[in-house]
């Protein structure tokens, strides 16, 4: 029944909302994973970055597409709690766990072992719309632990205009989506959090905006 109301939710409102409310434009869509395990790192600059990308992917795919969002805002109360876990398909992320509480990252762990597709936000929050923040690193220890797993890089342009930060009312606004090719772990987190830098960066100059930063 969840199944149900997720799919109905992402194809009777989620779809129409960007197809008609956004001018997107995605390159290299078939990049995109068609089965898990595996991790889709993107840039964050609004909450409808997860709604976009879940609606690039086909309905068949959705209960294993999971978008990782952290706890303290989507656990907040109830019925955002249920909508965020049953409908989103979230995996609630503690960001301020300390290491004698856990792993922080066990949830994605799990869902990448059982063939799920991970979508990670590494700059770990909303920043400054169209800006691009420094990468966390949660990113290099999933890929470490399983150097398998493709991560694939997607960035985005403009969704930070249609809807900012603390903005309630979607901005119509034309949107580009780039999709990178799939990176693996390469045995050294420096070189490859500079690796993974360097593809979203190229990815911002593939749709004309040299001048990221």
Not at 111 to 134: D, K, M, N, W
Not at 154 to 168: D, I, N
Request: positive net charge; contains cysteine; charged residues 15%.
């Amino acid at each position: 029944m969840i199944g149900i109301l997720r799919n109905i939710f992402f194809l009777l409102i989620v779809r129409p909302l960007v197809l008609l409310g956004l001018g997107l434009c995605v390159r290299n869509r078939r990049q995109l994973p068609t089965c898990g395990p595996a991790i889709i790192v993107a840039n964050h600059n609004s909450h409808l970055d997860t709604m976009v990308l879940l609606s690039l992917f086909p309905a068949s795919l959705l209960t294993r597409v999971r978008p990782v969002a952290a706890i303290d805002y989507f656990m907040k109360n109830r019925l955002l709690a249920w909508f965020a876990l049953h409908i989103i398909g979230i995996i609630p992320l503690q960001r301020q766990l300390r290491k004698s509480e856990g792993n922080p990252l066990a949830a994605c762990h799990q869902a990448l072992e059982q063939g799920q597709i991970l979508i990670l936000f590494p700059e770990g929050s909303r920043g400054t719309p169209e800006q691009l923040s420094r990468f966390k690193t949660g990113i290099a220890h999933l890929a470490e632990d399983h150097p398998q797993v493709p991560i694939v890089p997607v960035f985005m342009h403009g969704l930070g205009k249609a809807l900012p930060k603390g903005e309630t009312v979607l901005v119509p606004f034309f949107c580009d989506i780039a999709v990178g090719s799939a990176c693996y772990w390469n045995h050294d987190r420096s070189q490859f959090m500079t690796s993974l830098d360097a593809q979203m960066r190229g990815l911002a100059q593939l749709i004309n905006i040299p001048e990221w930063d």
